[in-house]
Nanobody, 122 residues
Framework: QVQLVESGGGLVQAGGSLRLSCAASGRSLYTYAVGWFRQAPGKEHEFVCFISASGDSTSADSVKGRFTISRDNAKNTVYLQMNSLKAEDTAVYYC????????????????WGQGTQVTVSS
């Protein structure tokens, strides 16, 4: 079992930055891919980015150039650095883990965190 806990969300003005953390316990994330998804009110889960166990990453077009995913296996934590935030980035952000390779589809992940709210004021 892998337990995931997100943190770092909050209220920020448009153009600002936040760094989200996804801390894992129970097992090492070393062999897991970790994805970030977000869900705005009344909408489906939206893919944001993922990082594979090897360190390769992929991001949605909507966040490319603004969001960066990274991992620190020694700390068993994955980070999402979010810069140049926009009002449309407002959502609950979730991290999720699955073995080895990432996926664009949230249903393909085995473990989920509880989410952290990000609110961007315009």
């Amino acid at each position: 079992q892998v337990q995931l806990v997100e943190s770092g969300g909050g209220l920020v003005q448009a153009g600002g930055s936040l760094r989200l953390s996804c801390a894992a316990s129970g097992r090492s994330l070393y062999t897991y891919a970790v994805g970030w998804f977000r869900q705005a009110p009344g909408k489906e889960h939206e893919f944001v980015c993922f990082i594979s166990a090897s360190g390769d990453s992929t991001s949605a077009d909507s966040v490319k150039g603004r969001f960066t995913i990274s991992r620190d296996n020694a700390k068993n934590t994955v980070y999402l650095q979010m810069n140049s935030l926009k009002a449309e980035d407002t959502a609950v952000y979730y991290c999720a883990a699955r073995p080895i390779s990432g996926s664009f589809h949230y249903t393909n992940y085995n473990y989920w965190g509880q989410g952290t709210q990000v609110t961007v004021s315009s």
